[in-house]
């Protein structure tokens, strides 16, 4: 995801969001690059709060295996 | 839902946890019924009270794990007295062979449940928009597969009793015209209940 031109918050702030659940897979993946890496935060464009938040939630999708871990 | 929200508010103080289990996709219906009351005792002797459970039934691993490509999810949402029994716990359900992965989390605080469905069509927060546009195509797509799919279960539903031969004869022999008008007649819910009872059929295994 990149980086919205005109909004300079990242969007989990807008929404003002406590917590990534890792069971939404949806909300997860596109916050993966095509080989199922975590994007970083200068692509992402999440705040460092919420990436950190993006990134537990992506790594324990990973262990259930609701997601890869390589594509 | 109610009688959780009453629950949550009786158990305020207490820590909420989720459990989620993969269990073997193949086991049969009442081994899984079992391993499932098995994980609900040791939740309890845990001091764990259980508010919801969702049943994912069974889905396809992202990766595979101990030669399995499937695997049935569970996730149990509970309250927890005393967090000291949880290793107890978390160790029997290492040595269970049933169960192929388990994963303990400790819900936050406000946290809200979501269930499958809202799950595999909800993004999170400011996406739900994006998605939210998508959708309505998506959405017609599922009827047509439905429609197709009365011409194979007449084809496949005798193959069960071990009568394919004369079905699969009798099926393109007549006129294309002929299939579309029995499309027409049946009702897709009737569809959708028959397709059910042939899938829960806990004796036919379908692998892809």
Known sequence: MARNKYSKQCEFCDSDAQYVDYKNIKAIMPFTTKYAKIVPKYYSGLCLRHQKMIARAIKRARFMALIPFVK | ?208
């Open chain 2, 1 to 208: 839902m109610s009688s959780a929200d009453v629950q949550n508010v009786q158990n305020e103080e207490l820590e909420k946890y989720e459990l989620m289990v993969i269990l073997m996709a193949d086991l049969s219906q009442d081994d899984t019924e079992k391993e499932l009351q098995k994980i609900k005792k040791l939740i309890s002797d845990a001091t764990g009270e259980i508010y919801h459970e969702d049943i994912w039934d069974v889905r396809d691993l992202a990766y595979i794990i101990n030669k399995q490509d499937k695997g049935y999810y569970v996730i149990y949402y509970f309250t927890l007295a005393e967090s000291k029994h949880l290793v107890e716990m978390e160790r029997e359900l290492t040595i269970n062979n049933t169960v192929i992965r388990h994963l303990l989390v400790k819900s936050p605080k406000n946290y809200k449940m979501k269930k499958l469905a809202d799950l595999e069509f909800s993004t999170g927060d400011r996406r739900t928009h994006r998605v939210d546009k998508d959708a309505p195509p998506a959405s017609p797509a599922p009827k047509p597969r439905t429609e197709r799919t009365p011409a194979h279960i007449p084809a496949h539903a005798p193959a069960v009793h071990a009568a394919p031969a004369p079905a699969k004869v009798a099926a393109p022999a007549p006129a294309p015209v002929a299939p579309k008008e029995i499309k027409k007649t049946m009702d897709i819910s009737d569809l959708d209940s028959q397709l059910e009872s042939l899938l829960d059929d806990p004796d036919i295994n379908i692998k892809l």
